[in-house]
């Protein structure tokens, strides 16, 4: 990956939208190598897929729950069933399984508290769970769906 990848990557990060004369401006490219170069990066898989971020406080989901979770069952069946009913949720934006004291951490996004409960009780309906623990933001300090590219190989 060179300096010019790096460059057609941070702009597709900022607006996937663009069209591809005018990145192909930015970077010093012609637009058919530039747009050659971008279908590479679908083809490989370094682009997954362009979407359209929302504004969530204007839709009423403003409200940021992290979730953590410990379990005592650390079995493949368990896992399977667990992740099968946390996916089907679609107020879970994020759920990682993790290292340390935390077994698995989501990031849950709901209009309020009362929403909150309510994904609360159906996720407990659908598996058992040792002992979660929700915290909710009250703040975003920082959010960005912009991956770091100096470290991109």
């Known amino acids: 990956m060179d300096r010019i990848d790096k460059k057609i990557l941070a702009l597709l990060q900022t607006d996937a939208s663009m069209p591809v004369s005018v990145i192909a401006s930015k970077v010093g490219l012609s637009t ?3 747009w ?4 590479n990066f679908e083809k490989s898989g370094v682009i997954n897929k362009r979407v359209t971020l929302l504004n969530r406080d204007e ?3 403003g409200i940021d729950v992290f979730v953590a979770i410990k379990t005592s069952q650390h079995n493949a069946k368990w896992l ?3 992740a099968k009913a946390v996916t089907s949720f679609s107020e879970v934006v994020e ?4 290292s340390g ?3 698995y951490l989501m990031r849950v996004v709901v209009p309020d508290i009362h929403s909150f409960d309510n994904f609360y009780k159906r996720l407990i309906q ?3 769970i040792d002992d ?3 915290s909710f933001a009250m703040e975003r300090l920082k959010y960005t769906t912009e991956l770091p590219l100096d470290y991109a190989t």
């Open 132 to 134: 979660v623990s929700s």
């Open 101 to 103: 004291e935390i077994d």
């Open 36 to 39: 050659r170069r971008i279908q």
């Open 80 to 82: 399977e069933k667990f």
């Open 32 to 34: 058919t190598p530039c």
């Open 95 to 98: 759920f990682y399984r993790m």
């Open 126 to 128: 659908k598996v058992d």
């Open 59 to 61: 839709l009423n989901i």
